[in-house]
């Protein structure tokens, strides 16, 4: 049988395999080419859409340029040309403010050297200072002589000082008044009267400011400085950090036009001076320091744009090879290097005295709007992307760089800073299709074919298993048919013969042998009977006579009949009936074998127990058959599952006692076709309470 089961589900698995999984299979095949041309298709719409995303970001680069060079185009006019190599002018420097990509602005003619707008500056050339007035400095100069006399010949300085307080009132002008106080206060700083000093040097710093001692140097910046040096000899660190401060947001601004050597001077004194108050513990001293490396940072930063500046100055044959006069509504932008670094400058509409030009910002140009560019486009492109410079350096990048995807490369033109612009398409990988409306259909043809091969094969399992478990079932109930029937038939028949050959010798023992027979053949008859009506019952052909009758009587019958044939083997059954009870609607034939067989299994399975309780009352609407064993019990996990065809527990207890594991499933057939149920109580060891419950009868 087992053979023959096998050989079952191979023939089922076979017409699976050639009924489902070949045309499946093909059709997956057919979907599966469908799917990497849809992702080819993909991938070639994806390198087209990077590529134009390349273009636009090149080209709002551009137009973004031009608009600045526009806007200066039209304010070139109403500036006058300037006179000094590094000039000011207040609507340049306002214009140069709010186009943060323009580095410098400068103009260029063809005798002059160009002229740089100062920018920003730091300092300029020592060279290109501006001179104080000559002749009222060398007038000063006459004045001062006789305090010098004092103050280095005689070395007398309360002579020199008297002297220079009797002289200030007398002056007039602000480089002789200037020059004076810092005569006076250089004088009060040699006798040690740093008090006095200190409020000299203040009255320098609000009065005289912008005077120049040696033609070079700004007086204010000299007062500020030495201040801040006597804060510190008296050991008054946070106003001398204060004074510095002060000092250095001057020169970021600038205040003062200085030159490399004495910035460069000025800075070595500011240095010197926080070397020395970093020694303190003091909080607030802590506090100052942190906002002075601010604005130091900040210095560093305008150190090197000027130097970027002045380096463009000092090459001063690049604008003059790329000048282009007397040309109307001319823009042209170069590029150069000059020391390792990259310069865009553009050279704009020329006139009779020369060319206007201004020098683009690369790196503002690169991380504000090249950047900003890039992750609009990102944002609706969906790509990984990377730029690089012209020696292939990486200047940024996306927080994510693909390995194995081609990249897309968009190069800047000469007219726009040096750099190259990669990008990386998303990944798109063979289900990319589900997620682009109209261009899946081969990805859902494959996921409806692998969905029928699952289901199917889901389904094609099930069947072939509970087959096979049919199968073992129906074998198992053969076998266990068979045994039940031998057993009363041998019986029988070992009587019969004894009786037939005389071998009985009273007649008690024939009385005794005709009734053992009597009860094998009631036996076999049941045996007989259940099949039958399993049978008729699976084909639904059984037919039930219901009659509206007391049910009393049948359960007394069946009762006393167990009690009788089980007196023998110590079985105790008790029958509890609270008369009267009302009729139901049955078939007495049907009723007798419910109770036959519940009873038979309370028997089968009491295991040591030999009591059995058999209760008829009514409850509500319903009559309640109850009857309760005390013996092997029944998990409850197999509840659910005695009252199925053929089922047994596995319990190796009940596995021991015979039976065709058909009685259950017809008793529920049976209460289920009287419009009643049947439920079962029970706890393993210590035994079950089967409960059938049958409508009351209404008319």
């Given at each position: 049988m087992k053979k023959r089961g096998e050989i079952r589900r191979k023939r089922i698995i076979f017409y699976y395999v050639l009924a489902i999984v070949l045309p499946c299979l093909i059709l997956g095949i057919l979907a599966f080419r469908g799917i990497k041309n849809d992702q080819a298709l993909v991938e070639r719409e994806q390198r087209r859409n990077l590529l134009e995303a390349g273009q636009q970001i090149?080209?709002?680069?551009?137009?973004?340029?031009?608009?600045?060079?526009?806007?200066?185009?039209?304010?070139?006019?109403?500036?006058?040309?300037?006179?000094?190599?590094?000039?000011?002018?207040?609507?340049?420097?306002?214009?140069?403010?709010?186009?943060?990509?323009?580095?410098?602005?400068?103009?260029?003619?063809?005798?002059?050297?160009?002229?740089?707008?100062?920018?920003?500056?730091?300092?300029?050339?020592?060279?290109?200072?501006?001179?104080?007035?000559?002749?009222?400095?060398?007038?000063?100069?006459?004045?001062?002589?006789?305090?010098?006399?004092?103050?280095?010949?005689?070395?007398?300085?309360?002579?020199?000082?008297?002297?220079?307080?009797?002289i200030l009132p007398k002056v007039t002008g602000e480089q002789s008044g200037g020059e004076i106080l810092n005569a006076i206060a250089r004088v009060q700083k040699k006798l040690k009267l740093d008090g006095e000093t200190i409020e000299t040097y203040d009255l320098i710093w609000n009065d005289y400011p912008q005077v120049l001692i040696q033609n070079k140097i700004p007086l204010g910046a000299v007062a500020l400085l030495e201040k801040s040096l006597l804060y510190l000899k008296k050991t008054d660190t946070i106003s001398a950090l204060k004074t510095v401060r002060l000092l250095m947001r001057q020169m970021k601004k600038p205040t003062w036009e200085l030159g490399y050597s004495h910035y460069a001077n000025f800075l070595s004194k500011i240095d010197e001076i926080i070397s020395r108050c970093e020694s303190s513990r003091d909080e607030e001293t802590g506090r100052w320091l942190q906002r002075i490396n601010i604005i130091k940072d900040s210095l560093l930063l305008s150190e090197k744009h000027t130097e970027y500046l002045l380096s463009f100055l000092e090459n001063s044959e690049i604008m003059f090879g790329n000048m282009e006069p007397y040309r109307e509504n001319y823009n042209h932008r170069h590029k150069t290097r000059i020391n390792g670094k990259s310069y865009l400058f553009s050279m704009l509409p020329g006139n009779d005295y020369g060319q206007w030009g201004l020098i683009m910002d690369p790196g503002y140009i690169l991380k504000n709007t090249i950047h900003y560019l890039i992750l609009e486009k990102a944002n609706e492109s969906n790509f990984y992307w990377e730029v690089t410079d012209e020696n292939g350096e990486l200047l940024l990048k996306s927080d994510y760089i693909p390995e194995d995807t081609p990249p897309v490369y968009a190069v800047f033109p000469s007219n726009l800073p040096s750099l190259s612009l990669t990008l990386y398409q998303e990944d798109s990988g063979l289900f990319v299709s589900l997620i682009r409306p109209g261009k899946g259909l081969f990805f859902y043809i494959f996921v409806v074919i692998v969905i029928i091969l699952a289901c199917g094969l889901f389904f094609t399992l099930q069947t072939v298993n509970n087959e096979l478990y049919l199968s073992r079932m129906k074998s198992y109930f053969m076998s266990t048919v068979s045994h039940e029937f031998k057993s009363p038939l041998t019986s029988i028949r070992q009587m019969a013969e004894m009786l037939v050959r005389g071998r009985v010798p009273s007649p008690e023992k024939h009385q005794k042998y005709y009734a053992t027979i009597l009860q094998q053949s009631e036996r076999l008859s049941h045996l007989i009977d259940n099949i039958l009506d399993f049978s008729k019952m699976e084909e639904g052909q059984k037919i039930f006579r219901f009659?509206?009758?007391?049910?009393?009587?049948?359960?007394?019958?069946?009762?006393?009949?167990?009690?009788?044939?089980?007196?023998?083997?110590?079985?105790?059954?008790?029958?509890?009936?609270?008369?009267?009870?009302?009729?139901?609607?049955?078939?007495?034939?049907?009723?007798?074998?419910?109770?036959?067989?519940?009873?038979?299994?309370?028997?089968?399975?009491?295991?040591?127990?030999?009591?059995?309780?058999?209760?008829?009352?009514?409850?509500?609407?319903?009559?309640?058959?109850?009857?309760?064993?005390?013996g092997v019990g029944i998990r409850k996990e197999d509840q659910d599952k005695i009252f199925s065809r053929f089922y047994r527990t596995g319990e190796e207890l009940t596995q021991t006692v015979k039976g065709s594991g058909i009685g259950l499933t017809i008793v529920k057939q049976i209460v289920e076709a009287h419009q009643g149920e049947i439920t079962v109580e029970s706890s393993p060891g210590k035994g079950s309470i089967f409960s059938v419950k049958l409508p009351v009868s209404q008319k």
């Open positions: 090149i080209q709002e680069t551009d137009a973004y340029l031009s608009s600045i060079e526009n806007c200066f185009v039209e304010i070139i006019d109403s500036i006058a040309i300037p006179q000094k190599t590094i000039f000011t002018n207040s609507l340049l420097n306002r214009f140069s403010a709010q186009h943060q990509a323009v580095a410098g602005i400068f103009f260029v003619s063809d005798v002059d050297v160009p002229l740089l707008l100062n920018n920003g500056m730091l300092y300029v050339p020592d060279d290109f200072l501006t001179v104080s007035d000559v002749a009222g400095s060398q007038a000063t100069q006459y004045i001062l002589e006789k305090g010098w006399q004092f103050e280095f010949r005689e070395k007398n300085y309360p002579k020199a000082l008297e002297y220079y307080y009797s009659e509206k009758a007391d049910i009393i009587p049948v359960v007394k019958d069946i009762v006393e009949s167990f009690q009788k044939h089980t007196a023998d083997q110590g079985f105790h059954i008790s029958l509890t009936i609270p008369e009267p009870l009302p009729d139901v609607v049955f078939d007495r034939e049907a009723m007798e074998q419910v109770m036959h067989n519940l009873l038979d299994n309370a028997c089968k399975y009491s295991g040591e127990s030999k009591t059995i309780e058999v209760q008829l009352f009514p409850k509500g609407s319903k009559i309640v058959i109850s009857v309760r064993d005390y």
